[in-house]
Structures are given as structure tokens and as C-alpha cells.
T-cell receptor, first 112, second 114 residues
């Protein structure tokens, strides 16, 4: 089934650890996005990509990095996790500039 | 860059009443305006969208209006039901460099009371 998948769904990790949040979509979409969201709160754009080998920083300053080596895959990496990174991370994708964005289920990250 | 403001932040209505949520945007190049509903613990899902060449769009109990001159757009829900209770986000899509950013408003917590 065509969808957008995020793993893991929940993650508790110690301060200073390196982590990668996975996001994959099977819809063939060119545009992909990462948002940070505290529960029920504003969606902050932290990274986006409009195709393979293209990535841009979003509006919210983030210590994370992303890569887009394959169309379907858009992982987000934190080199050194800190408690301030505790949040939910939502991945989204869409096919064009005036089309619906589909969201993944999210990864709820807790850094202790 | 684009800035999307959304009001109110919380809205409580009686079942059967109408609810209106308003958003303004800053970038005149924005050309696509979706609305998302996010239920507790779930991912945001599109409920309705409007493109810049259209002034109004309706889908059953939900309607969206767009005023390009004033740079604002609104979501209207009629005959509200308890299952309409959720957080609603407006968004604006705008070109930037080689791609498109999708910027969201701050969200409105809608509560429909029996």
C-alpha cells in the first residue's frame, strides 16, 4: 500500500548519542519534509528536499542533518542528542507544489 | 520567508453551531492553501485545500474562502459534531529556490461540546 513510513515510532535515548530517524515513502513523491512538533502544537519546518541530492534547511534552527540519496528515503540524523531535542518528528511528502502533503505516523523522541 | 498566522488558538462551540478559523499569510507568491485536521495522537490529515485561482471551495460541511488581496483565508465548519473536535492547521505553499516550502499556522484547538 502506498504510504509514508517512519521508524521508530518511539525512542528513548541518552544524551550525547547519535540517532537517525527513518522516513520512507512509496508514492514516488519528489518533495519531502521534516517537521518538529510538540503534542498538539505548531508544526515547525526543520528540513525539506525537492528531489534527489537536494536538501534545504527550514525555518526552525536545528542541529540535525538530512540526506536524500534516493527518492523514497529521507533520513534525519542527530549527531549528539540533547534533552532539548525531546519532541515529535513528523515526515511528510508530496508530488507537486500545489498538492496534498501526506504525513507519516511520527517518531516520538525522548532524550534523557 | 513566509509567515502564517492563525486565530483563534482555541475555539469551543456547541454541537450544531458553526466554527470559523482564520489565517493570514505574508508572501504574495504563495499559491496553495491546505487545511489539516490532527486528532489526538494521530498524524495531520488533509480536509480541504484551495488554490490561488479560486475564491471559495466547499465539501459537505466544510468550506474554505480565500482573499488574495488581503492575504487571508478561512475555514468554515457548519453543523459541528463531537468528532470535529481536533487541532486544525492552515498552511501556505510558496516557491523558494528550486522547490516549495509548506509553512503551517500555529493551530486551533476546536472543542465541540454536547
Amino acid at each position: 500500500e502506498a504510504d509514508i513510513y517512519q521508524t521508530p515510532r518511539y525512542l528513548v535515548i541518552g544524551t550525547g548519542k547519535k540517532i537517525t530517524l527513518e522516513c520512507s515513502q512509496t508514492m514516488g513523491h519528489d518533495k519531502m519534509y521534516w517537521y518538529q512538533q510538540d503534542p498538539g502544537m505548531e508544526l515547525h519546518l526543520i528540513h525539506y528536499s525537492y528531489g534527489v541530492n537536494s536538501t534545504e534547511k527550514g525555518d526552525l534552527s536545528s542541529e540535525s542533518t538530512v540526506s536524500r540519496i534516493r527518492t523514497e528515503h529521507f533520513p534525519l540524523t542527530l549527531e549528539s542528542a540533547r534533552p532539548s531535542h525531546t519532541s515529535q518528528y513528523l515526515c511528510a511528502s508530496r508530488s507537486g507544489r500545489n498538492t496534498e502533503a501526506f504525513f507519516g505516523q511520527g517518531t516520538r523522541l525522548t532524550v534523557v | 520567508g513566509e509567515n502564517v498566522e492563525q486565530h483563534p488558538s482555541t475555539l469551543s462551540v456547541q454541537e450544531g453551531d458553526s466554527a470559523v478559523i482564520k489565517c493570514t499569510y505574508s508572501d504574495s507568491a504563495s499559491n496553495y492553501f491546505p487545511w489539516y485536521k490532527q486528532e489526538l495522537g494521530k498524524r495531520p490529515q488533509l480536509i480541504i485545500d484551495i488554490r490561488s485561482n479560486v475564491g471559495e471551495k466547499k465539501d459537505q460541511r466544510i468550506a474554505v474562502t480565500l482573499n488574495k488581496t488581503a492575504k487571508h483565508f478561512s475555514l468554515h465548519i457548519t453543523e459541528t459534531q463531537p468528532e470535529d473536535s481536533a487541532v486544525y492547521f492552515c498552511a501556505a505553499s510558496h516557491p523558494t529556490g528550486g522547490g516549495n516550502k509548506l509553512t503551517f499556522g500555529t493551530g486551533t484547538q476546536l472543542k465541540v461540546e454536547l
